[in-house]
Protein backbone atom coordinates (compact mmCIF):
# COMPACT_ATOMS: atom_id res chain seq x y z
CA UNK A 1 0.00 0.00 0.00
CA UNK A 2 2.90 2.69 0.72
CA UNK A 3 4.78 1.38 -1.99
CA UNK A 4 1.56 2.37 -4.22
CA UNK A 5 1.08 6.17 -2.59
CA UNK A 6 4.62 6.43 -3.50
CA UNK A 7 4.69 5.52 -6.79
CA UNK A 8 1.64 8.17 -7.56
CA UNK A 9 3.45 10.66 -5.48
CA UNK A 10 6.43 10.66 -7.49
CA UNK A 11 4.50 10.33 -10.69
CA UNK A 12 2.89 13.32 -9.33
CA UNK A 13 5.91 15.01 -8.49
CA UNK A 14 7.24 14.25 -11.83
CA UNK A 15 4.41 15.97 -14.12
CA UNK A 16 3.96 19.07 -11.37
CA UNK A 17 8.03 19.57 -12.65
CA UNK A 18 7.05 19.21 -16.25
CA UNK A 19 3.69 21.71 -15.61
CA UNK A 20 6.60 24.33 -14.22
CA UNK A 21 8.79 23.61 -17.04
CA UNK A 22 6.48 24.41 -19.15
CA UNK A 23 5.11 27.55 -17.60
CA UNK A 24 8.55 28.78 -17.89
CA UNK A 25 9.13 28.20 -21.31
CA UNK A 26 5.84 29.49 -22.25
CA UNK A 27 6.01 32.90 -20.05
CA UNK A 28 10.09 32.87 -21.74
CA UNK A 29 8.63 32.51 -25.15
CA UNK A 30 6.25 35.44 -24.36
CA UNK A 31 8.75 37.62 -23.17
CA UNK A 32 11.07 36.53 -26.39
CA UNK A 33 7.95 37.60 -28.83
CA UNK A 34 7.70 40.97 -26.61
CA UNK A 35 10.97 41.86 -26.72
CA UNK A 36 10.98 41.08 -30.71
CA UNK A 37 8.37 43.29 -31.01
CA UNK A 38 9.85 46.17 -28.77
CA UNK A 39 12.82 45.82 -31.12
CA UNK A 40 10.57 46.05 -34.43
CA UNK A 41 9.05 48.76 -33.24
CA UNK A 42 12.23 51.08 -32.67
CA UNK A 43 13.74 50.04 -35.79
CA UNK A 44 10.41 51.47 -37.44
CA UNK A 45 10.78 54.99 -35.23
CA UNK A 46 14.06 55.35 -36.06
CA UNK A 47 14.04 56.71 -39.47
CA UNK A 48 16.97 55.16 -42.05
CA UNK A 49 18.14 52.92 -39.87
CA UNK A 50 18.45 49.95 -41.19
CA UNK A 51 16.69 47.85 -43.98
CA UNK A 52 14.44 45.62 -41.90
CA UNK A 53 11.82 44.06 -44.30
CA UNK A 54 9.00 43.71 -41.77
CA UNK A 55 9.43 47.49 -40.05
CA UNK A 56 8.14 48.87 -42.93
CA UNK A 57 4.61 47.64 -42.09
CA UNK A 58 5.27 49.66 -38.72
CA UNK A 59 6.42 52.75 -39.43
CA UNK A 60 2.99 54.41 -39.83
CA UNK A 61 -0.64 53.51 -39.57
CA UNK A 62 -1.69 53.12 -43.37
CA UNK A 63 1.49 51.81 -44.40
CA UNK A 64 0.16 48.91 -45.43
CA UNK A 65 -2.77 50.61 -47.50
CA UNK A 66 0.13 53.17 -48.91
CA UNK A 67 2.41 50.20 -50.29
CA UNK A 68 -0.77 48.32 -51.69
CA UNK A 69 -1.56 51.12 -54.03
CA UNK A 70 1.99 51.78 -54.83
CA UNK A 71 2.21 48.13 -55.75
CA UNK A 72 -0.96 48.17 -57.49
CA UNK A 73 0.62 51.18 -59.91
CA UNK A 74 3.61 49.06 -60.48
CA UNK A 75 1.17 45.92 -60.90
CA UNK A 76 -0.84 47.61 -63.67
CA UNK A 77 2.06 49.21 -65.92
CA UNK A 78 3.17 46.06 -66.23
CA UNK A 79 0.05 44.93 -67.28
CA UNK A 80 -1.52 45.18 -71.56
CA UNK A 81 -4.21 47.86 -70.88
CA UNK A 82 -3.23 48.49 -67.88
CA UNK A 83 -3.15 52.56 -68.10
CA UNK A 84 -6.65 52.98 -66.75
CA UNK A 85 -5.94 50.73 -63.72
CA UNK A 86 -3.25 53.28 -63.08
CA UNK A 87 -5.32 56.44 -63.36
CA UNK A 88 -7.61 54.36 -60.81
CA UNK A 89 -4.98 54.83 -58.01
CA UNK A 90 -4.98 59.52 -58.39
CA UNK A 91 -6.96 61.65 -56.78
CA UNK A 92 -10.21 62.54 -58.32
CA UNK A 93 -8.95 65.90 -59.37
CA UNK A 94 -6.39 64.22 -61.54
CA UNK A 95 -8.81 61.51 -62.68
CA UNK A 96 -11.39 63.84 -63.67
CA UNK A 97 -8.16 65.80 -65.61
CA UNK A 98 -7.54 62.65 -67.23
CA UNK A 99 -10.74 61.73 -68.55
CA UNK A 100 -11.17 64.66 -70.68
CA UNK A 101 -8.97 62.26 -73.02
CA UNK A 102 -10.33 58.91 -72.89
CA UNK A 103 -8.77 57.80 -76.06
CA UNK A 104 -4.87 58.44 -74.42
CA UNK A 105 -6.07 56.76 -71.39
CA UNK A 106 -6.02 53.58 -73.98
CA UNK A 107 -3.00 51.05 -74.08
CA UNK A 108 -2.17 50.94 -78.20
CA UNK A 109 -0.53 48.21 -79.70
CA UNK A 110 3.09 49.36 -79.31
CA UNK A 111 2.70 49.75 -75.54
CA UNK A 112 0.83 46.60 -74.87
CA UNK A 113 3.25 44.89 -76.90
CA UNK A 114 6.49 46.02 -74.90
CA UNK A 115 4.66 45.22 -72.18
CA UNK A 116 4.21 41.39 -73.78
CA UNK A 117 7.95 41.80 -73.94
CA UNK A 118 8.85 43.22 -70.62
CA UNK A 119 6.42 39.85 -68.84
CA UNK A 120 8.29 37.46 -70.58
CA UNK A 121 11.71 38.51 -70.05
CA UNK A 122 10.67 38.71 -66.12
CA UNK A 123 9.02 35.21 -66.39
CA UNK A 124 12.04 33.92 -67.89
CA UNK A 125 14.35 35.53 -65.37
CA UNK A 126 12.03 35.09 -61.88
CA UNK A 127 10.63 32.52 -62.99
CA UNK A 128 7.18 33.82 -62.15
CA UNK A 129 4.85 36.55 -63.61
CA UNK A 130 4.90 40.35 -62.16
CA UNK A 131 3.29 40.15 -58.87
CA UNK A 132 4.01 41.71 -56.08
CA UNK A 133 3.01 39.37 -52.59
CA UNK A 134 4.40 41.02 -49.86
CA UNK A 135 4.49 45.08 -50.12
CA UNK A 136 5.65 45.73 -46.88
CA UNK A 137 8.96 43.35 -46.95
CA UNK A 138 9.55 44.69 -50.74
CA UNK A 139 8.69 48.44 -49.60
CA UNK A 140 11.01 48.33 -46.89
CA UNK A 141 12.53 51.03 -44.71
CA UNK A 142 15.77 51.02 -46.97
CA UNK A 143 13.64 51.74 -50.21
CA UNK A 144 10.75 54.04 -48.94
CA UNK A 145 9.72 55.82 -45.75
CA UNK A 146 6.23 57.02 -44.93
CA UNK A 147 5.69 60.40 -43.22
CA UNK A 148 1.61 60.98 -42.60
CA UNK A 149 0.01 63.78 -41.36
CA UNK A 150 -3.05 66.25 -41.88
CA UNK A 151 -2.81 69.07 -44.03
CA UNK A 152 -0.84 71.99 -41.98
CA UNK A 153 0.04 70.01 -39.21
CA UNK A 154 3.27 67.72 -40.14
CA UNK A 155 3.77 64.20 -38.11
CA UNK A 156 6.54 61.70 -38.45
CA UNK A 157 6.22 58.45 -39.93
CA UNK A 158 6.14 56.73 -36.35
CA UNK A 159 3.53 59.43 -35.58
CA UNK A 160 -0.57 57.39 -35.38
CA UNK A 161 -2.91 59.56 -36.33
CA UNK A 162 -6.67 59.20 -37.72
CA UNK A 163 -8.53 58.07 -41.03
CA UNK A 164 -9.95 60.96 -41.59
CA UNK A 165 -10.40 64.97 -40.58
CA UNK A 166 -13.92 64.93 -38.88
CA UNK A 167 -13.74 61.97 -35.57
CA UNK A 168 -16.10 60.56 -33.60
CA UNK A 169 -14.39 58.39 -30.93
CA UNK A 170 -13.00 55.62 -33.05
CA UNK A 171 -14.59 56.18 -36.59
CA UNK A 172 -15.23 59.16 -38.64
CA UNK A 173 -17.74 59.53 -41.28
CA UNK A 174 -17.84 61.52 -44.28
CA UNK A 175 -21.24 62.44 -46.20
CA UNK A 176 -22.27 63.93 -49.46
CA UNK A 177 -19.92 64.35 -51.74
CA UNK A 178 -17.05 62.91 -50.47
CA UNK A 179 -13.60 62.40 -52.20
CA UNK A 180 -14.81 63.92 -55.30
CA UNK A 181 -17.09 60.34 -56.17
CA UNK A 182 -20.27 62.28 -55.19
CA UNK A 183 -20.90 59.01 -53.27
CA UNK A 184 -22.49 58.59 -49.38
CA UNK A 185 -19.53 56.82 -47.45
CA UNK A 186 -18.28 56.23 -44.28
CA UNK A 187 -14.71 55.71 -43.32
CA UNK A 188 -13.11 53.67 -41.13
CA UNK A 189 -9.84 55.48 -39.22
CA UNK A 190 -8.69 52.31 -38.03
CA UNK A 191 -8.55 50.68 -41.21
CA UNK A 192 -8.34 53.64 -43.06
CA UNK A 193 -11.52 52.08 -45.55
CA UNK A 194 -14.12 53.55 -46.78
CA UNK A 195 -17.82 52.23 -47.91
CA UNK A 196 -19.10 54.21 -50.79
CA UNK A 197 -22.55 54.26 -52.10
CA UNK A 198 -21.95 54.18 -55.65
CA UNK A 199 -25.17 54.33 -57.06
CA UNK A 200 -24.67 58.29 -55.89
CA UNK A 201 -21.56 58.28 -57.70
CA UNK A 202 -21.27 60.88 -60.19
CA UNK A 203 -18.67 59.56 -62.12
CA UNK A 204 -15.24 61.07 -63.65
CA UNK A 205 -16.67 63.12 -66.25
CA UNK A 206 -18.81 65.10 -63.95
CA UNK A 207 -16.58 66.72 -61.03
CA UNK A 208 -18.90 68.46 -58.41
CA UNK A 209 -17.60 71.55 -57.44
CA UNK A 210 -17.85 70.29 -53.58
CA UNK A 211 -15.39 67.11 -53.92
CA UNK A 212 -12.25 66.90 -52.33
CA UNK A 213 -10.91 68.03 -55.75
CA UNK A 214 -11.77 71.33 -54.69
CA UNK A 215 -10.32 71.87 -51.68
CA UNK A 216 -8.00 69.30 -51.35
CA UNK A 217 -5.32 71.14 -49.47
CA UNK A 218 -7.59 72.23 -46.85
CA UNK A 219 -6.32 71.81 -43.34
CA UNK A 220 -7.58 68.69 -41.81
CA UNK A 221 -6.98 66.32 -45.07
CA UNK A 222 -5.18 63.36 -44.25
CA UNK A 223 -1.83 63.61 -46.56
CA UNK A 224 1.42 61.40 -46.31
CA UNK A 225 4.76 61.68 -48.57
CA UNK A 226 6.53 58.58 -49.72
CA UNK A 227 10.02 59.38 -49.54
CA UNK A 228 12.23 57.00 -52.03
CA UNK A 229 15.70 56.87 -51.79
CA UNK A 230 17.92 57.58 -54.19
CA UNK A 231 18.64 54.30 -56.01
CA UNK A 232 18.67 51.94 -59.07
CA UNK A 233 19.99 54.84 -60.77
CA UNK A 234 17.12 56.63 -60.03
CA UNK A 235 17.37 60.06 -58.26
CA UNK A 236 15.37 60.55 -54.62
CA UNK A 237 11.46 60.85 -55.35
CA UNK A 238 8.88 62.35 -52.99
CA UNK A 239 5.33 60.70 -53.74
CA UNK A 240 2.19 62.67 -52.11
CA UNK A 241 -0.77 61.16 -51.07
CA UNK A 242 -4.12 62.20 -49.79
CA UNK A 243 -6.42 60.17 -48.53
CA UNK A 244 -10.02 60.84 -50.36
CA UNK A 245 -13.39 57.88 -49.77
CA UNK A 246 -12.03 55.32 -51.45
CA UNK A 247 -8.80 54.93 -49.99
CA UNK A 248 -5.14 56.41 -50.40
CA UNK A 249 -5.04 58.28 -54.07
CA UNK A 250 -1.79 59.81 -55.56
CA UNK A 251 -1.66 63.40 -56.31
CA UNK A 252 -0.10 64.29 -59.93
CA UNK A 253 1.35 67.18 -60.72
CA UNK A 254 -1.24 69.25 -62.72
CA UNK A 255 0.47 69.63 -65.56
CA UNK A 256 0.52 66.13 -66.22
CA UNK A 257 -2.39 65.24 -68.88
CA UNK A 258 -4.00 62.17 -70.58
CA UNK A 259 -1.47 62.50 -73.09
CA UNK A 260 2.00 63.12 -70.89
CA UNK A 261 0.85 60.15 -68.63
CA UNK A 262 0.84 57.86 -71.40
CA UNK A 263 3.78 59.06 -72.71
CA UNK A 264 5.83 58.99 -69.46
CA UNK A 265 4.71 55.64 -68.53
CA UNK A 266 5.53 54.22 -72.27
CA UNK A 267 8.95 55.43 -71.06
CA UNK A 268 9.52 54.39 -68.05
CA UNK A 269 8.75 50.69 -69.32
CA UNK A 270 11.26 51.70 -72.32
CA UNK A 271 13.65 52.10 -69.82
CA UNK A 272 12.99 49.17 -67.52
CA UNK A 273 13.20 46.92 -70.52
CA UNK A 274 16.81 48.58 -71.99
CA UNK A 275 18.21 47.83 -68.98
CA UNK A 276 16.74 43.86 -68.72
CA UNK A 277 20.13 42.53 -68.82
CA UNK A 278 21.10 44.74 -65.43
CA UNK A 279 18.06 43.38 -63.70
CA UNK A 280 18.97 42.37 -60.33
CA UNK A 281 19.05 38.77 -59.24
CA UNK A 282 16.82 39.40 -56.48
CA UNK A 283 12.97 39.71 -57.64
CA UNK A 284 12.12 41.93 -55.23
CA UNK A 285 15.09 44.34 -55.49
CA UNK A 286 13.42 44.18 -59.68
CA UNK A 287 9.98 45.28 -57.66
CA UNK A 288 11.60 48.62 -55.98
CA UNK A 289 13.45 49.24 -59.17
CA UNK A 290 10.35 48.91 -61.82
CA UNK A 291 8.24 50.67 -58.82
CA UNK A 292 10.50 53.87 -58.43
CA UNK A 293 10.98 53.99 -62.12
CA UNK A 294 7.69 54.05 -62.83
CA UNK A 295 6.37 56.50 -60.20
CA UNK A 296 9.09 59.05 -61.53
CA UNK A 297 7.18 58.68 -64.65
CA UNK A 298 3.86 59.21 -62.65
CA UNK A 299 5.32 62.34 -61.06
CA UNK A 300 6.68 63.69 -64.51
CA UNK A 301 10.32 62.67 -63.47
CA UNK A 302 13.05 62.74 -65.12
CA UNK A 303 15.46 59.27 -64.76
CA UNK A 304 18.27 61.19 -64.45
CA UNK A 305 19.78 61.04 -61.10
CA UNK A 306 22.56 64.07 -61.99
CA UNK A 307 19.14 66.19 -62.50
CA UNK A 308 16.50 65.35 -60.97
CA UNK A 309 14.49 67.74 -63.29
CA UNK A 310 11.21 66.82 -65.11
CA UNK A 311 10.28 65.13 -67.90
CA UNK A 312 10.77 66.76 -71.44
Avoid at 54 to 68: G, R, Y
Wanted: aromatic share 4%.
Amino acid sequence: MNKHFAIVAAAALTLGGVSVTWAQDKDLSDKTKDAASDVRAKTAETVGVGSADQASQEQSKHAEAIHDVMAQVAEAAMTKDGLDDIAERFVDADRNRLGENKDALKNDDALNGKIQELSDAWKAKYGSEFDIKDEDKTYNLAFAQITEGEQGSARTASDKISGDANKTGDAASASGKVGGVGADASVNTDTGTAKVNVDNNTGVDKPNSNAADANRNDAGRNMATVHIAASHGLPALDVPFIHEAGGWKIDLPDSVDANKFKANVAAALNDISMKKDQWPADADEAYRHVTHRVLAALLDKSPDAASGAAAQ
